[in-house]
């Protein structure tokens, strides 16, 4: 089982910009497609974007297109999100987590993120 | 784009009782839907996915069933620790991968 810690959440003025970092553990890095889906508060899970083991295959929402990108170091064993152009309708707790033909078996904690002036 | 809809907002049944849950695609998706379980202040869980096979230490008590566009989750017995909201995904089409919009399950 996939083990994943985010960091990097916090308040952020709107236009401006965050990195969101997922470390994993307890298993091959590099062998695994990797998401990010975030939940506004009271609302439904959106899953915004994912990206292949190797890092060459990148999707990714509509609502985040152009703005948003995500990355992997497989290395490191970590998973990025960078955040840019931020809106007050990106504030979300987002999770990173391993995705398995469309599925997501493992979950990290969280990490909230509020787009306010 | 493929909309997933729960019909219940929101669900009361007492402990020990059977739940019933359901999500309807707006196009068939196969059995490609997957069932989450989620506490507050918690990250989701993964309970079921291919439409029935439970995920590794899911109890059995938790059942999906369904293909095409209509899919349920029953729960049998209910514990005290089974009240949370339930999420359906599909993951048929990257559209991208929705998720329904929940159902809470609360104590009656």
């Known amino acids: ?117 | 784009e493929i909309v997933m809809t729960q019909s219940a907002a929101t669900l009361s049944v007492s402990p020990g009782e059977t739940a019933t849950l359901s999500c309807r695609a707006s196009q068939s998706v196969s059995t490609n839907v997957a069932w989450y379980q989620q506490k507050p202040g918690q990250a989701p869980r993964l309970l079921i996915s291919g439409a029935s096979t439970r995920a590794t230490g899911v109890p059995a008590r938790f059942i999906g069933s369904g293909s095409g566009t209509d899919f349920t989750l029953t729960i049998r017995s209910l514990q005290s620790e089974d009240f949370a909201v339930y999420y359906c995904q599909q993951n048929n089409t990257w559209s991208p991968y929705p998720f329904g919009q929940g159902t809470k399950l609360e104590i009656k």
């Open chain 1, 1 to 117: 089982q996939m083990q994943l810690v985010e960091s990097g959440g916090g308040l952020v003025k709107p236009g401006g910009s965050l990195r969101l970092s997922c470390a994993a553990s307890g298993v091959t890095f590099s062998e695994y497609y990797m998401s990010w889906v975030r939940q506004a508060p009271g609302k439904r899970l959106e899953w915004i974007s994912y990206i292949s083991g190797s890092g060459s295959a990148k999707y990714y929402a509509d609502s985040v297109k152009g703005r948003f990108t995500i990355s992997r170091d497989n290395a490191q064993n970590s998973l990025y999100l960078q955040m840019n152009s931020l809106r007050v309708e990106d504030t979300a707790t987002y999770f990173c987590a391993h995705m398995h033909y469309g599925v997501l078996p493992d979950w990290g904690q969280g990490a909230p993120v509020t787009v306010s002036s």
